[in-house]
């Protein structure tokens, strides 16, 4: 479709110049971070509003002249969620970066859907306070969190995006602006539409604010380093350290045939080869005297399920390298990715899901190397596209892309068998949607498009993510 000459009229009326439309500058929001090269589509023009009364104009406009209308944040989605696959405009938050309201008092923060994250823990610093979720990727906005619902590392001891959002303002298709939530910690006043715009990936409406609530400061982090022999019993260990009674932040589990793709593309080392895979965990309490004592019962915990090593960085650059090196794992396997999966499996699941990834890699003669979130079992497996030696990627698999589709759904099999979910932080997107059904029941997909349809009976916002309506 194109747009039509009454809708150029009116959305310069909303926007004057912020609007995108020279077809050189619109690729860049035709795709995410995603792998798979399909899912690429530019739009025919992207709007730049800076305020939730704009987006409420625009959206108005694009029910009216029923214009599919994509929101993306930074783009730095792994479901292709924000690429607008059915045409139409990208709204883009790009410019609603506003800190609106710090207030210590309430321990709550409330921003503007595009400011990113990297600027939120600047602020939340600022204040003296923390805000835990922290996924990989520091540019991503505000708001594409709170629609992905992503999680990341310290997600084991905080929980995901979902736990710290007490109040979302979202404009809806029709452009009706909704306050939802505020600043109190209990609600048990009517429906909780908050949680149900959470994850939502911009196919309910969009999310222009966001209020977040923080906690005090911790006071010292330290970081454990343990090899193992296998991954499997790497991933055996994490029961024998939640048995400790303590709380990790974080849990990693990562295969060093990943590692040594990192180390490469950063020039930095990881502290140990020894064994297959490590297990790297973060500690974090009110001082050092605190985590050292934690650090000292989860040692000895490790070496008794079979640790060959326990290191303890407590040097702050070796901590850095490491950090920086866990979090570049995706940046590093990326060239050589057909697919990255991020499903997620009750916690003692884990280590027969990974033994199963595995005996995949073996009978399907491709490479699907590992990583993850050990204590909250959120797998990163990844289908490769190449060959991989000893941390080198070589030529291109033949019928990688078969391969890679058959792999796919042996995997969702494996997991909605064990109970887990096939996205447990990226989101459904358009990746995905062909297997939610498999994995939700008809049911819950009924539910789905019955509020899909009350909330957005013109089907314009993000038409063709996660089901079709
Ligand atoms: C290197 C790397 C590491 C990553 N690590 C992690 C990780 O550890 N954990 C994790 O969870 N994710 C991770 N991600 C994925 C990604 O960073 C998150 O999904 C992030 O939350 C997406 O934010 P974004 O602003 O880039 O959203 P986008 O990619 O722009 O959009 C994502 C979805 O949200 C919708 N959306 C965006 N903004 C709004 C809005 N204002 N209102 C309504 N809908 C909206 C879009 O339509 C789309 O469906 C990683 C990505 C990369 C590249």
Redesign the pocket.
């Known amino acids: 479709m194109s747009l039509s000459s009454a809708w150029w009229k009116r959305a310069r009326d909303i926007l004057g110049e912020r609007i995108v439309s020279d077809p050189s500058l619109l690729d860049p929001y035709g795709h995410?971070?995603s792998a798979p090269e399909e899912f690429r589509n530019p739009p025919e023009a992207v709007v730049r509003p800076i305020d939730e009364g704009e987006v409420s104009a625009v959206l108005k406009l694009c029910r009216d002249e029923r214009v599919p209308v994509?929101?993306?944040?930074?783009?730095?989605?792994?479901?292709a969620?924000?690429v607008p696959a059915r045409g139409g405009i990208v709204l883009t938050?790009e410019l609603?970066n506003r800190v609106m309201d710090s207030d210590p008092a309430n321990l709550t923060i409330t921003v503007q859907?595009?400011v990113?994250?990297r600027k939120l823990y600047e602020e939340v610093a600022k204040m003296s306070l923390y805000f835990p979720p922290?996924?990989?990727?520091e540019?991503?906005?505000?708001?594409?969190?709170?629609?992905?619902?992503?999680?990341?590392?310290r997600a084991v001891k905080y929980g995901?995006?979902r736990r710290f959002v007490l109040g979302l303002q979202?404009v809806l298709a029709g452009g009706e602006i909704l306050d939802l939530g505020g600043k109190y910690i209990k609600s048990s006043t009517g429906y909780h539409l908050v949680d149900l715009?959470i994850g939502?990936?911009?196919?309910?409406?969009?999310?222009?604010r966001i209020t977040l609530s923080l906690l005090p400061p911790v006071g010292s982090v330290q970081t454990l380093l343990a090899p193992f022999a296998t991954l499997e019993s790497a991933i055996g260990a994490v029961p024998r350290v939640l048995g400790t009674g303590i709380l990790p932040c974080a849990v990693e589990f990562i295969e060093h045939s990943v590692v040594l793709l990192a180390e490469r593309l950063l020039n930095k080392s990881w502290p140990s080869h020894e064994g297959a895979a490590s297990l790297m965990l973060i500690l974090d309490g009110r001082n050092d005297q605190d985590t050292l004592a934690q650090a000292e019962v989860i040692g000895t915990a490790l070496e008794q399920a079979g640790a060959l090593d326990v290191l303890l960085t407590d040097q702050k650059g070796r901590q850095a390298d490491m950090l920086e090196i866990r979090?570049?794992l995706?940046?590093a396997i990326r060239p050589g990715t057909a697919e990255a999966f991020?499903i997620c499996v009750p916690r003692s699941e884990i280590a027969s899901h990974v033994g199963f990834v595995h005996r995949l890699e073996e009978t399907r003669g491709v490479p699907i190397p590992t990583y993850g979130?050990a204590a909250d079992g959120n797998v990163h497996s990844h289908s490769l596209r190449r060959s991989l030696e000893n941390g080198v990627f070589g030529g291109e698999l033949p019928g990688w892309r078969e391969q890679s589709a058959s792999i796919r759904h042996a995997l969702y099999e494996d997991v909605v068998r064990r109970g887990g979910v096939i996205s447990?932080?990226?989101?459904i997107?358009l990746v995905k949607k062909e297997y939610l059904p498999m994995n939700l029941g008809p049911v819950h997909m009924a539910v789905m498009r019955s509020i899909k349809k009350a909330l957005d009976p013109e089907g314009i916002l993000?038409p063709g993510?996660i089901f079709d309506a």
């Open positions: 995410d971070e994509t929101v993306r944040g930074a783009g730095t989605g792994l479901a969620g924000c938050t609603m859907a595009g990113p994250l922290h996924p990989g990727d540019g991503a906005h505000v708001g594409g969190a709170v629609a992905a619902n992503a999680g990341g590392a995901t995006v979202v715009m939502s990936e911009g196919t309910l409406g969009v999310i222009t979090s570049m995706y940046e991020d979130h447990g932080e990226h989101g997107g993000n993510k």
